[in-house]
């Protein structure tokens, strides 16, 4: 399950068995602009080691990636501070859904990582240090737009504005964790950032080329330009295996076996090291508030191809 036409129709059939499926899980509400998204959209993009690119369904329609923008944000910030990012955010899994607050009392403010909200924002918080917040969010777009190689992507404001009005969770997370001194600006300059980066629109496309050079051990692409060291490509690797789909990241890594990050967009980017860069779209969710029909098209994918970390091909 190597070659260039198994690939082509395996994307085609999951595409397909995906289309008439009919528990689909439920899209968020609770931004609502997400409330509205059609739940009947599947998007499927794989781009393999060679640079080949397999898409079907509603892959080159743009979405809101939410959540999964934290695997740039946290490559931005790494670029930055480096591994002192590392005394603000910790590196374990939380075991609690994406937006909790219960774990910060007893950890004095330090996120368990830097996928749930709480270490988002403080990643964040590190990428708006030195720049105004218009900046910062604009040195993040940049950065994905290079990642992608498409100056197309853009943030949707009525995402970005309808988070402001309504994320009163991550104002509760922010005020908190500035009470330990772990947001450093002021809370609405860091939680207008972490807003903007949720609301990027991409496409399966664009997100599938986004996440290379996870694929690459670094590089955008083989012989190209250094994004991040091996070492990092590897520990960001690390970090979406064990806490990218948050209280479910166990039961992700046993049935799909790959580091990916989950958004309740519905968007997933899953990395096969040195094999595939995959992204999904589906917008309803399950409980955990993780794409219920792009985990099942990505364990389709594992299965197919043996990309699990944990299998011995
Ligand atoms: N913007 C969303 C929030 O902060 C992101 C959550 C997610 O995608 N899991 O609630």
């Known amino acids: 399950m190597e070659s260039v036409t198994d690939i082509t129709r395996l994307v085609r059939d999951i595409a397909q068995e995906m289309a008439a499926a009919e528990d689909r899980g439920a899209v968020a509400t609770y931004i609502p602009p997400l409330a509205m998204i059609d739940p009947s959209r599947f ?19 743009a979405f809101s990636i939410q959540s999964v923008s934290k695997v740039f944000a946290l490559t931005q910030a790494l670029g930055k501070v480096g591994d002192t990012l590392w005394r603000r955010v910790g590196r374990e899994p939380s075991g609690t859904p994406f937006n909790s607050i219960v774990q910060l009392e007893r950890e004095q403010g330090i996120p368990r990582n830097p996928f749930i909200n709480a270490g988002a924002l403080v990643v964040a918080d590190i ?13 993040l777009l940049r950065f994905v737009r290079y990642l992608a190689d498409d100056d197309m992507i853009t943030i949707d404001e009525a995402v970005a504005r309808a988070e402001q009005a309504t994320g009163f969770r991550n104002v509760a997370l922010a005020n908190y964790m500035k009470a330990f001194g772990n947001i450093q ?7 207008g950032v972490y807003f ?7 496409t399966c496309r664009q997100l599938a080329m986004a996440g290379r050079y996870l694929m690459h051990g670094g590089l955008y692409q083989p012989g190209g330009a250094r994004v991040v060291s091996a070492q990092r490509a590897r520990r960001i690797n690390a ?15 046993f049935r799909v076996g790959l580091p990916g990050k989950s958004g309740v967009g519905g968007g997933i980017l899953a990395i096969a090291p040195g094999k ?9 969710l399950n409980a955990n508030g993780n794409s219920k ?3 099942l098209a990505l364990e389709r994918v594992a299965e197919a191809t043996g990309w699990s970390v944990f299998s011995a091909m």
């Not at 990428?127 to 040195?139: D, Q, W």
């Open 196 to 202: 903007h980066q949720c609301a990027i629109a991409m």
């Open 276 to 284: 595939a860069s995959i992204a999904v779209w589906s917008p309803g």
């Open 293 to 295: 029909l792009g985990t």
């Open 185 to 191: 600006h002021a809370p609405e300059l860091t939680l």
């Open 239 to 253: 970090l979406m295996l064990t806490c990218g789909h948050y209280d479910a990241s166990g039961d992700f890594a």
């Open 43 to 61: 998007g499927l993009c794989i781009v393999t080691a060679d640079g080949a690119i397999h898409a079907a369904g509603d892959a080159e329609q």
């Open 127 to 139: 990428n708006l240090a030195g720049h105004e917040p218009r900046v910062a969010i604009g040195e």
